[in-house]
């Protein structure tokens, strides 16, 4: 008898400590849309913080501007972030694709680069023995020099 009830109690334990702790939202976004939007989302704050006067000269929000391309609002977005924040083990996987994904786009990225760097390479050895094109005749030159005393004393001054 006081097998059956230590059974029971470790069965009603372990039943109990399943419980969900947060829901599941009405409007729940798949686990392959939420790793893409977070793909395009890291991609924008990765150029946000490489170059923030690339972001500055879009009108629109660019985070608008991926939830809208992906047809999800930011409530149900934020919902859907909670929701598979609260499993470890399912948030943990979706950030690995994450980052599965940035190291093949950073791996072809890099190739591409280099690929670049030896094309300006060859050509800066081949135009090396070339003398340097004449000046055109209607390029605009500076029409008065900047004196840098007086911009030292205007910063002093301030």
Do not use: H
Request: contains cysteine.
């Amino acid at each position: 008898m006081k097998n059956f009830v230590f059974i029971i109690l470790v069965l009603s334990l372990s039943i109990s400590c399943k419980k969900e702790l947060v829901k599941e939202p009405k409007g729940l976004i798949e686990k392959g849309k939420m790793i893409d939007i977070m793909y395009d989302l890291s991609l924008l704050e990765a150029m946000k913080y490489q170059n923030p006067l690339s972001l500055d000269s879009v009108d629109a929000d660019p985070k608008k501007y991926v939830l809208k391309k992906y047809k999800v609002d930011s409530l149900q977005f934020a919902q859907s972030n909670m929701y598979y924040a609260a499993d470890f083990n399912t948030y943990k996987e979706m950030f690995d694709e994450l980052g599965k994904r940035i190291a093949v786009k950073q791996r072809a990225t890099d190739s591409i680069v280099k690929l670049e760097e030896k094309k300006a390479a060859k050509a800066a050895k081949k135009n090396k023995g070339k003398s340097e094109p004449a000046p055109k005749l209607n390029e605009a030159k500076p029409s008065k020099s900047v004196n840098i005393d007086s911009i030292r004393r205007t910063l002093q001054i301030r």
